[in-house]
């Protein structure tokens, strides 16, 4: 049972943990249960920990709207950092001033940035 004093990291563990065949997202042609979820979230967070992320450090998300994004939530979350979400259509010489304003501990993105 998840409470008020749970993370969002341990609210999505119970949740998947109860209930891990439940489909609880579609988008588009996509359909991902509980489990699956998890499973990404888990392995984000170990990235992004790899690289340094800590408890209160900004992750920057470059993302789409998509299942992506949520594992980079999810995944910030279980680590206690913060998400810093980012317009998926902003170019590089913009983005380059958000980030230096931001100062990000890590960028997740699906596209190159130069």
């Known amino acids: ?3 008020t004093r749970m993370t969002m990291g341990e609210a ?10 439940q489909e609880v997202l ?3 042609t996509t359909r991902l249960t509980n ?3 998890l499973a990404s979230v888990d392995s984000l967070a170990r990235g ?9 450090d900004r ?3 470059l993302l789409p709207p998509g299942p992506e994004y949520v594992y980079c939530f999810f995944a910030a979350a279980a680590l206690g950092a913060v998400i810093v979400p980012l317009n998926p259509d902003v ?3 913009a983005l380059g001033d958000v980030l230096a304003d ?3 501990t890590a960028l997740v993105t699906t596209r190159p940035v130069g």
């Open 48 to 56: 992004l920990a790899a690289l340094g992320v800590r408890h209160g």
């Open 1 to 3: 049972m998840i409470d």
């Open 59 to 61: 992750v920057a998300a």
């Open 102 to 104: 931001a100062a990000p």
């Open 91 to 93: 170019r590089d010489p």
């Open 35 to 37: 489990r699956e979820i």
């Open 12 to 21: 999505l563990r119970t949740v998947a943990e109860a209930r891990p065949r």
């Open 26 to 28: 579609v988008c588009g």
